[in-house]
Every structure is written in C-alpha cells, then in structure tokens.
T-cell receptor
Framework: DGGITQSPKYLFRKEGQNVTLSCEQNLNHDAMYWYRQDPGQGLRLIYYSQIVNDFQKGDIAEGYSVSREKKESFPLTVTSAQKNPTAFYLC??????????FGPGTRLTVL | SQELEQSPQSLIVQEGKNLTINCTSSKTLYGLYWYKQKYGEGLIFLMMLQKGGEEKSHEKITAKLDEKKQQSSLHITASQPSHAGIYLCGADRGGTSYGKLTFGQGTILTVHP
C-alpha cells in the first residue's frame, strides 16, 4: 500500500541528546515537509524539501536539521540546541501541485 | 496574532445538530485546505478550495471559499460522533511560498450521542 510512515511512534530523549525521527514515503512525491504541533497552536513548519538534495528552512528551524538524500526519505534530527523539543512531530509529502499527505506522527518527550 | 484564525476554538454539539467552523486569513489565499485530525494521529485531507466563491461537498461536509479568498467556512450537516476531532485549515500563499502551508490553530469538535 502507498503511504507515509513515521517511526518511532513514541520517542523519549534525555536532555543534551540528539534524536532522529524517520519519515519514509512510497507515493513518489517530490516534496516533503516536517511540522511540529503543540497544543492550541496548530502546525508549524520546521523544514521542507521540494526536490532531492535540496531543502529550505521553515518558520521554526532553529535546533533542527534534515537531509534529503533519497526521494523517499526525509529524516529530521532534533538537536540538543532545541530548547523545548517535547511535541508531536508530523511529516507530510505532496506532488508538485496538490494536497499534502500526512504520516501518523511521532510524539517526542524530553525526560 | 495568527496569520490564519479559526473560530470557534472548540465546539460541543449534540448528535444531529448542524455546525460551522470558520477560517479567516489576513492575506489573500492562493489555496485553502481543510484537514481533520484524531488526537495523536496524522491529518486526513478533506477538501481544497482555490477559486473565489468555490464550494465543495463530501458526504455531510461542505466547505466554501468567499469571493475575496480571505475566508473559508466548513459546515457539517446532521453531525455524528464520527465527526469528532480537530479540524484544521491550511493556507497556500502561492508565489515564493508555493507549496508551503500555514495552518490555523485548529477547532476541537466534540459530538455527544
């Protein structure tokens, strides 16, 4: 079945650690996106990529890094520089001119 | 303040009642997307509106975009418990922002049986 997968579903991080969230899609979509969701704030864009080997910062990129070495994969690293990383992270993908399809999300908690 | 404001922030209705959720933008929209989310899950695409005055329906949900393309409404007729969740509108600004979506804060809908 075609779709977007995110792993893990739940992730716990100790202060000072970097963690990487996985996002994979087999929809052959060019564009991929990472969002952060906090209660009462909707979704905020962290990074996006419209083509392989290229990506741009979104509205809240500080403390995060990404790579786009393959069309299917867009991993997000939450670094120790991110001061408040506890949140629900959503990955999405889209063809060039169409709606975004979302993965099931990863809930990250800092211990 | 948010670029995209949704109202109300939360809504509690009795099963069978009609309801409307609004999404207002401070800028002209290139495209407006409606999504539904169950708590702790990903977003499910509902509808996309692009033309001023456009209206689309799917089952008991109708979405409209006003002529000036700065406000959209989502209307649910004869609500059911399965309609409960968080409804989010997302705006595509077009131009150099093409493909990037800005989201409203969401409207939490509860439907009592």
């Amino acid at each position: 079945d075609g779709g977007i997968t995110q792993s893990p579903k739940y992730l716990f991080r100790k202060e000072g650690q970097n963690v990487t969230l996985s996002c994979e899609q087999n929809l052959n979509h060019d564009a991929m996106y990472w969002y952060r969701q906090d209660p009462g704030q909707g979704l905020r864009l962290i990074y996006y990529s419209q083509i392989v080997n290229d990506f741009q910062k979104g509205d809240i990129a500080e403390g995060y890094s990404v790579s786009r070495e393959k069309k299917e994969s867009f991993p997000l690293t939450v670094t120790s520089a991110q001061k408040n990383p506890t949140a629900f992270y959503l990955c999405a993908s889209s063809p060039r001119v169409a709606e975004q399809f979302f993965g099931p999300g990863t809930r990250l908690t800092v211990l | 303040s948010q670029e995209l404001e949704q109202s109300p922030q939360s809504l509690i209705v009795q099963e069978g009642k009609n309801l409307t959720i609004n999404c207002t933008s401070s800028k002209t929209l290139y495209g407006l997307y409606w999504y539904k989310q169950k708590y702790g899950e990903g977003l499910i695409f509902l509808m996309m509106l692009q033309k001023g005055g456009e209206e689309k329906s799917h089952e008991k949900i109708t979405a409209k975009l006003d002529e000036k393309k700065q406000q959209s409404s989502l209307h649910i007729t004869a609500s059911q418990p399965s309609h409960a969740g968080i409804y989010l509108c997302g705006a595509d600004r077009g131009g150099t922002s093409y493909g990037k979506l800005t989201f409203g804060q969401g409207t939490i809908l509860t439907v009592h049986p």
